[in-house]
């Protein structure tokens, strides 16, 4: 099974910028689909995108398209997630996750990180 570890997460201003990464451990990242979920207080786990195992396929939830851009570089076992134009609805912990099946909901997702907390201020 794939270890994951997220960091990147902290505290920034409105309309900034910040990049996330999603190391991988255990096994080979590359044979996986990623996604990158948000979790604000009181809310459900959401997804926010998703990349296929080459990188060639990506989606994006409604909320954050044109600002977040999610990639890969399998020859480092990393999975990236560049958050810009950060908005304080972007608060919320985040957690990176390899698919155990089709589909994007958090129930089709097997390993798990540990997640890293963005705060934005307004």
């Known amino acids: 099974q794939v270890q994951l570890t997220e960091s990147g997460g902290r505290l920034v201003q409105a309309g900034g910028s910040l990049r996330l990464s999603c190391a991988a451990s255990g096994r080979t990242l590359g044979t996986y689909r990623v996604a990158w979920f948000r979790q604000a207080p009181g809310k459900e786990r959401d997804l926010v995108a998703a990349?296929?195992?080459?990188?060639?396929?990506?989606y994006y939830a409604d909320s954050v398209k044109g600002r977040f851009t999610i990639s890969r570089d399998n020859a480092k076992n990393t999975a990236y997630l560049q958050m810009n134009s950060l908005k304080p609805e972007d608060t919320a912990v985040y957690y990176c996750?390899?698919?155990?099946?089709?589909?994007?909901?958090?129930?089709?997702?097997?390993?798990w990180g540990q997640g890293t907390q963005v705060t934005v201020s307004s």
């Open positions: 996750a390899t698919a155990l099946r089709g589909g994007l909901g958090p129930a089709d997702f097997g390993s």
């Open positions: 990349i296929n195992w080459s990188g060639s396929s990506t």
